[in-house]
């Protein structure tokens, strides 16, 4: 074990006792990576309560944590980042291919040379003064077949105490790495937080990621939305499987039956809430139960018997704070009661964090920033803070998230914001038919990246800032999957997200969702009718439960009706959409549009 101490020891550059291993390729890496960045130390993360209670204190020390009321929050901490510095920056990022075209139009895009050589110079002796900080993680269970592994390097030990909660991070994932010789490469640093040197550039035909400038969540925590995604996305197409910016829940009905259902919205449109749902008192009175596994990123493969398995490549959660009621989710609540790193909320006089819509009756008196708090001056909580704990906290955990099969996927979500024209749920006639609903969703933006908040946009199956590829040739990919033998799940978009003429939502949400997702298992067992229009399958009215759910006439109508009218203008964007990519874009999805555009003519 080597814990470190506030003065961190002078380590050396390879792995501990692995001179002459599979690791030289890792060795080689780090040592080419401290001639550039030039620290003052580098320190191999093992993972250890030592280690990890050693980074807290230095870092209670020097005020990059504040530790929060121990009775009330043990084990508990306030981080602020810098205040330039609180979202993921889509503008930034950046994905390096050989072809411009392998981008594609989705993407920012620079030449492999370019970009190193910017990153580059942003590294060079960045690191001094500092120490070097190497983490090995896996994403997925440490013995599964789905799960892959990287190596971070970071002078943030916020970043390092964040990676050990959300992936499983230290000395079981090196001697992986050392059997398998591969791993994604990621470096980072928090240079000087300045936001006009800041990039976050990905490599995924080298399997590396270069990010620097920012120490904030998507862009720091290389793990995630870098590697589990970007990287991981276009890995995925070459081994034929799929990494997705998805939630996956199981569902248990009274029977003891459990579905599995994955379901991509966007960042902050709602998959941690509908990850750790409670079903309504009726329906938990009669024994059914949500079962978390992910709640924001998914990879899943075809397995022998042709369906879908999934893993959850996290082992914590980086969830929205504000919001996060007793009333909302009382998992994600209870989660949070102790071991968990907080970013950017508010803190009461007691301190005790604190963010708008916690609802518990208390006030803040400092906001985000560190200011007294003043409700003329804007929330106390950013929008965007987070809370950072381990899966392993939430009481609704699956047992199956642990497992290195994964869990079979029954049916698909897609969703976003939409205030109009979109119904609450619609089922899609075939897999074709499901990857168009997917690549044609649209979503208002939200405050989990910079720039104008409530600005509809398409973002295909919540993967527009996430996708390591041309959206073209991903499409392509989604529609291999339909082979012979192939047992796919069945598809549904939703919106939990539409208002009515006063602005308000229409549809009460959070545990009330439990209804649609009874209905979508229905459907999946042939046991609940529909109608049929040109979108897909809306539900019969009276066969989503609605018992004990007032909705008003105006409600009902826009929640489960069809608008003709706003369908066809919507699908004459949607073909606009699809040729932005010209002819990458598969003929198949442009033939389904074009049915569809059609049929909602007649
Ligand atoms: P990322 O972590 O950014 O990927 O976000 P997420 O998709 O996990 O979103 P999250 O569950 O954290 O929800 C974000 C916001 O949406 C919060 O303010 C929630 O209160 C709100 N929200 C979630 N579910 C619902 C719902 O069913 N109805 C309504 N009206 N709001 C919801
Ligand atoms: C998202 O923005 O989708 C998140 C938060 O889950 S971040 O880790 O910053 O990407
Ligand atoms: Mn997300």
Redesign the pocket.
């Known amino acids: 074990m080597n814990a470190i101490s506030h003065d961190v020891a002078k380590q050396p550059a390879v792995a501990p006792g692995s001179e002459g291993s599979k690791l030289a390729a890792l060795n080689a890496w780090v040592a080419e990576v401290a001639a550039l960045t030039k620290p003052d130390a580098i320190h191999w993360c093992d993972g250890s309560d030592a280690e990890n209670a050693a980074l807290i204190a230095q870092m209670q020390a020097d005020g990059t944590l504040i530790k929060l009321n121990e009775t009330t929050h043990p084990n508990s901490y306030l981080h602020r980042s810098h205040p330039d510095d609180v979202a993921r920056v889509e503008h930034l990022t950046f994905v390096c291919t050989t072809k411009q075209d392998d981008a594609g139009p989705n993407n920012h895009w620079m030449a492999p040379a370019d970009g190193h050589a910017k990153m580059d110079a942003l590294f060079d002796g960045c690191m001094k003064g500092r120490t070097m900080y190497v983490i090995p993680y896996c994403m997925g269970p440490i013995d599964s077949p789905l799960s892959r592994c990287g190596v971070e390097i970071t002078d943030s030990p916020y970043v390092v105490a964040n990676m050990r909660i959300m992936t499983r991070m230290g000395a079981a994932p090196l001697a992986r790495i050392e059997r398998e010789g591969k791993f994604v490469r990621g470096l980072h640093s928090i240079g000087e937080l300045d936001p006009e040197r800041r990039f976050i550039m990905h490599f995924p035909e080298e399997l590396t990621i270069k990010s620097f400038g920012s120490g904030y969540g998507g862009n720091a925590l290389l793990g995630k939305k870098c590697h589990a995604l970007r990287i991981a996305s276009h890995q995925a197409r070459s081994e034929g499987w799929l990494a997705e910016?998805m939630?996956i829940l199981g569902l248990e009905n009274p029977q003891g039956e459990t579905h599995y259902i994955a379901a991509a919205?966007?960042?902050?449109?709602?998959?941690?809430?509908?990850?750790m749902l409670i079903p309504p008192e009726g329906y938990r009175a009669d024994g059914w139960k949500v079962w978390t596994v992910g709640?924001?990123i998914c990879w899943m493969r075809p397995g022998a018997d042709g369906r879908l398995y999934a893993i959850n490549p996290e082992a914590g959660f980086?969830?929205?704070a504000?919001?996060?009621s007793a009333k909302?989710?009382p998992n994600a609540l209870k989660s949070i009661q102790s071991n968990t790193i907080f970013t950017n909320v508010g803190v009461t006089a007691d301190n005790q964090p604190w963010w708008e819509?916690l609802d518990d009756g208390q006030q803040p008196v400092t906001d985000w920033r560190g200011n007294a708090y003043d409700a003329a001056k804007g929330p106390a909580a950013h929008p965007?803070s987070?809370f950072t704990v381990s899966a392993r906290q939430c009481p609704s955990y699956s047992p199956e998230a642990e497992n290195a099969a994964g869990v079979p996927i029954s049916a698909i979500v897609f969703g976003g914001r939409r205030p109009s024209l979109v119904p609450l749920v619609f089922e899609a006639r075939d897999w074709t038919h499901g990857v168009l609903v997917g690549a044609a969703m649209g979503s208002e933006t939200?405050a989990?990246a910079t720039g104008a908040v409530g600005v509809m946009r398409r973002d295909p199956m919540?993967m527009k800032p996430f996708c390591g590829y041309n959206f073209a040739d991903y499409f392509t990919h989604w529609l291999s999957f339909d082979q012979a033998g192939a047992k796919l799940p069945k598809i549904f978009h939703v919106n939990?997200?539409r208002k009515g003429d006063d602005g308000s939502?229409l549809?009460?949400?959070?545990g009330?969702?439990l209804r649609v997702l009874e209905w979508m298992i229905q459907r999946v067992k042939g046991e609940a009718g529909s109608v049929e229009t040109p979108i897909g399958h809306l539900p019969k009215d009276d066969e989503i439960n609605l018992d004990g759910v007032e909705l008003t006439d105006e409600a009902r109508a826009k929640l489960f009706g069809f608008e003709r009218e706003g369908w066809q203008a919507e699908f004459a964007s949607i073909g606009d959409y699809l040729d932005e990519y010209g002819p990458r874009m598969p003929q198949a999805l442009k033939d389904e549009q074009q049915r569809i555009a059609k049929a909602l003519q007649n």
């Not at 919205?265 to 990850?275: H, I, M, Q």
């Not at 549809?507 to 959070?510: K, L, R």
């Open positions: 910016h939630l919205f966007p960042s902050a449109c709602g998959k941690t809430n509908l990850a709640d924001d980086f969830g929205v504000p919001g996060t909302s989710n819509g965007n987070r939200t989990a919540a939990w997200f939502f549809w009460p949400g959070f009330e969702n």
